[in-house]
């Protein structure tokens, strides 16, 4: 426990004095979970702790903050630093090269691929692709680093089908998202931590709308996979200080791959039209 986190633990337990009962049960929640307070709702800790969201609300209030939200977002903070700084100190020990670095990241790269694949359910993996290719709209959603994922992942699928918006950021894309988002719509969100509020929130939102939700996250506690109708998890282990995306873009690359084969003579037909623009517009400098 690092000393922001030791912070917020003495400064609860000091409020903790003038609680109710079930508000003490939270802040005991709190006290013994303090990772999980980086990512669970008021809901789903009132759950653990058989309360209502409203006392865990409350609670927060009582500790001296002014929404659960801002107690949170405490705990994201202190955890956040302490993820970073402790992964950057723990990707250069034990090297003693720039060659080693080089030899190190490729062998966890496709450990990480490796291990993804193990992991994946065929049958789950084939009902998404048919899913895919049969939803009227497309909605991939992806914030901060996960932007590049989505990205890729949305211009690529829809050059094959069509039909598909990428939402990295807000602003028009994702009030479209929204507005015109129901249930023959599908949408596929990427989180990794710290998990983006943002995407948490567009993918509720369009769960509540009866979209099909398809989440790509890294593991059992991302709050993502309690939203999703599919979902898969990809490893992250880096030798560096941030995530590696590396399992998650191998597995963009079979959705590709895939939808590809099950949607054959759509996609023949929508890349006949693609090439048909680039030649039209000289889209490219060289043939």
Not at 85 to 102: C, F, K, Q
Not at 128 to 136: G, K
Not at 172 to 197: H, N, T, W
Not at 240 to 262: C, G, K, M, Q, R
């Amino acid at each position: 426990m690092n000393d922001e986190v030791k912070q917020l633990a003495l400064h609860i337990r000091n409020q903790s004095a003038h609680l109710t009962k079930s508000q003490k049960e939270v802040a005991e929640y709190i006290l013994t979970h303090p990772q999980e307070m980086t990512y669970l709702t008021a809901a789903q800790i009132g759950k653990e702790v058989g309360v209502s969201e409203t006392t865990v609300i409350r609670t927060a209030m009582n500790l001296g903050y002014r929404k659960f939200s801002d107690l949170q977002e405490a705990y994201q903070a202190a955890f956040g630093k302490k993820r970073t700084l402790s992964r950057l100190e723990e990707s250069t020990t034990g090297l003693d090269s720039i060659p080693a670095a080089l030899h190190k990241s490729f062998q966890q790269d496709l450990e990480n691929i490796r291990s993804t694949l193990e992991s994946i359910d065929h049958e789950q993996f084939q009902q998404f692709i048919q899913r895919i290719t049969e939803a009227r709209n497309i909605f991939v959603i992806g914030s901060r680093s996960t932007s590049a994922d989505a990205f890729f992942l949305g211009f690529n699928l829809n050059n094959l089908l069509g039909n598909v918006h990428t939402v990295t950021s807000l602003g028009p894309d994702m009030e479209d998202c929204f507005r015109y988002a129901d249930e023959q719509s599908l949408a596929i969100g990427f989180g990794y931590p710290r998990y983006a509020k943002k995407t948490v929130d567009a993918l509720r939102y369009l769960k509540h709308k009866k979209a099909t939700i398809a989440v790509i996250t890294d593991s059992i506690r991302s709050p993502l996979l309690e939203l999703g109708d599919f979902s898969f998890l990809t490893e992250i282990k880096s030798y560096t200080s941030v995530d590696s995306h590396a399992a998650s873009f191998a597995l963009i690359n079979a959705i590709i791959s895939a939808v590809s084969y099950h949607a054959k003579e759509r996609v023949v037909q929508m890349l006949n039209l693609l090439e048909d623009y680039y030649a039209d517009f000289q889209v490219f400098s060289g043939k």
